[in-house]
């Protein structure tokens, strides 16, 4: 089976512009989460989907969000970028039967 | 206190050796707790899950449960330098009707030829 894939791998945006990234599952996993990788904070929960629906969120402003499609495939959206947002952005999905979680390669964001 | 937590390291040990990492967490209602293995510039790896007390065995890994105690470790035997990486502790709870896994920040291993 292909693994996770996340697409770009690299973003460079300035301070006030929006980005979006995307994340394809494993094929069958019905679950998609997100992450923000930063080298002081660890992997920081963003939201998780299931079934196009959000069951989960972490403690970030609204300008992060996110969506599932039906296909499972997900994007998560960056609003008026700021320069601590510059992180790695990473994507796990799961089957919905355990919480063992398949990361992708993730998105590397540089915001200037 | 941080819901999960681990010593950053690093943590050296010789090639050959049994490396030893150790994971804390907070919660006693936690579910299930999962090591993963991230290489430097790369993705986190799933290597182990665990789910009841006692050891899980696979390959040259080790798990150890001990929910009484609220740790998990890892036991890596017969380092190797490949196995030189971050690794991440992760912990599953049910939170408000969700479940909600949370990371620790990692321990660095350092295995030396």
């Known amino acids: 089976k292909a693994g996770v894939t996340q697409t770009p791998r690299y973003l460079i945006k300035t301070r006030g512009q929006q980005v979006t990234l995307s994340c394809s599952p494993i094929?069958?996993?019905?679950?998609v989460s997100w992450y923000q990788q930063t080298p002081g904070q660890g992997l920081q929960f963003l939201f998780e989907y299931f079934s196009e629906t959000q069951r989960n969120k972490g403690n970030f402003p609204g300008r992060f969000s996110g969506r599932q499609f039906s296909n499972s495939r997900s994007e998560m959206n960056v609003s008026t970028l700021e320069l601590g947002d510059s992180a790695l952005y990473l994507c796990?999905?799961?089957?919905?039967?355990?919480?063992?979680?398949?990361f992708g390669p993730g998105t590397r964001l540089t915001v200037t | 206190q941080k819901e999960v937590e681990q010593n950053s390291g690093p943590l050296s040990v010789p090639e050959g050796a049994i490396a030893s990492l150790n994971c804390t967490y907070s919660d006693r209602v936690s579910q299930s707790f999962f090591w993963y293995r991230q290489y430097s510039g790369k993705s986190p790896e799933l290597i182990m899950s665990i789910y009841s007390n006692g050891d899980k065995e696979d390959g040259r890994f080790t798990a150890q449960l001990n929910k009484a105690s609220q740790y998990v470790s890892l036991l890596i035997r017969d380092s190797q330098p490949s196995d030189s990486a971050t690794y991440l502790c992760?912990?599953?709870?049910?939170?408000?009707?969700?479940?909600?896994?949370?990371f620790g920040t990692g321990t660095k291993l350092q295995v030396i030829p």
């Open positions: 992760a912990v599953n709870k049910n939170s408000g009707g969700y479940q909600k896994v949370t």
């Open positions: 796990a999905s799961r089957q919905g039967l355990t919480y063992e979680q398949y």
């Open positions: 094929s069958g996993h019905r679950s």
